[in-house]
C-alpha cells in the first residue's frame, strides 16, 4: 500500500526563524504531493500543491520542495511567528490522481 | 462563498446504535471524500464519492457505508457504533475526481460513542 509518513510528532522553534518539515513516501512516486494546515477541532485547510516535475514551489512565507530520488518533500515556513503554530500534514493520492492519503502530521509550535 | 458543510457539529450515541453524517459540498465541487480522524493522528480515508456513486474505499468495515445525492451533498452512515468509532469525521469536496486540485474541508463532526 502506499504509505506517507512524518516522522516529526512535534517541532518547536524560535519567532523568526525557518521551520522544515519532512514527509517521506514509499512505493511509486505520485503524481503530486499536498501540504495542508489543520488548527486544533478544525478541518484542514489546503496550502500547496507539488507536482512530480516541479523540484520546488513556493506562496508567500511557504516553500515545497519534491526529490522523487529520495522520496521525500520538505516543507518550509520562513520568518516563523507565533500565528503559524498548527498542525501540518502532508498528503499524496493512493492511485492516479485521487483520492489523497494523509501522514499523521507535524505539530509546529512558534515560540514568541 | 459558503464553503463545506457539515452537520451536525457534535454527536454523542451509545454503542451499537447507529449514524448518519451530513455533507455539503462546496459550489462547484462534484466529488466528496470522508474521513476519520482520532486525535492526534493524520484523517483516514473512509471512501469517496462521484457521480452518486462510492468510487474508491479505504480499510473500514462494511458498517460505513455512504451516499452521493443529485446536488452533490452526501451522508456518511455507521452502523453498530463501537468506542473505537469515536473521532472527528471531516467531508472534504473537490472539483472532479481525477483532477489534481486541493481539498477543501469541512470543520468536521465529533461523533463521541459511549
Known amino acids: 500500500s502506499q504509505k506517507i509518513e512524518q516522522n516529526s510528532e512535534a517541532l518547536n522553534i524560535q519567532e523568526g526563524k525557518t521551520a522544515t518539515l519532512t514527509c517521506n513516501y514509499t512505493?511509486?512516486?505520485?503524481?503530486?504531493l499536498q501540504w495542508y494546515r489543520q488548527d486544533p477541532g478544525r478541518g484542514p485547510v489546503f496550502l500547496l500543491l507539488?507536482?512530480?516535475?516541479?523540484k520546488e514551489k513556493r506562496k508567500e512565507r511557504l516553500k515545497v520542495t519534491f526529490d522523487t530520488t529520495l522520496k521525500q518533500s520538505l516543507f518550509h515556513i520562513t520568518a516563523s511567528q507565533p500565528a503559524d503554530s498548527a498542525t501540518y500534514l502532508c498528503a499524496r493520492p493512493l492511485s492516479g490522481n485521487t483520492p489523497l492519503v494523509f501522514g499523521k502530521g507535524t505539530r509546529l509550535s512558534v515560540i514568541a | 462563498d459558503a464553503g463545506v458543510t457539515q452537520s451536525p457539529t457534535h454527536l454523542i450515541k451509545t454503542r451499537g446504535q447507529q449514524v448518519t453524517l451530513r455533507c455539503s459540498p462546496k459550489?462547484?465541487?462534484?466529488?466528496v471524500s470522508w474521513y476519520q480522524q482520532a486525535l492526534g493522528q493524520g484523517p483516514q480515508f473512509i471512501f469517496q464519492y462521484y457521480e452518486e456513486e462510492e468510487r474508491q474505499r479505504g480499510n473500514f468495515p462494511d458498517r460505513f457505508s455512504g451516499h452521493q445525492f443529485p446536488n452533490y451533498s452526501s451522508e456518511l452512515n455507521v452502523n453498530a457504533l463501537l468506542l473505537g468509532d469515536s473521532a472527528l469525521y471531516l467531508c472534504a469536496s473537490s472539483p472532479g475526481q481525477h483532477r489534481r486540485y486541493g481539498y477543501t474541508f469541512g470543520s468536521g463532526t465529533r461523533l463521541t460513542v459511549v
Open positions: 512505493n511509486y512516486s505520485p503524481a503530486y
Open positions: 507539488i507536482r512530480e516535475n516541479e
Open positions: 459550489s462547484g465541487h462534484d466529488t
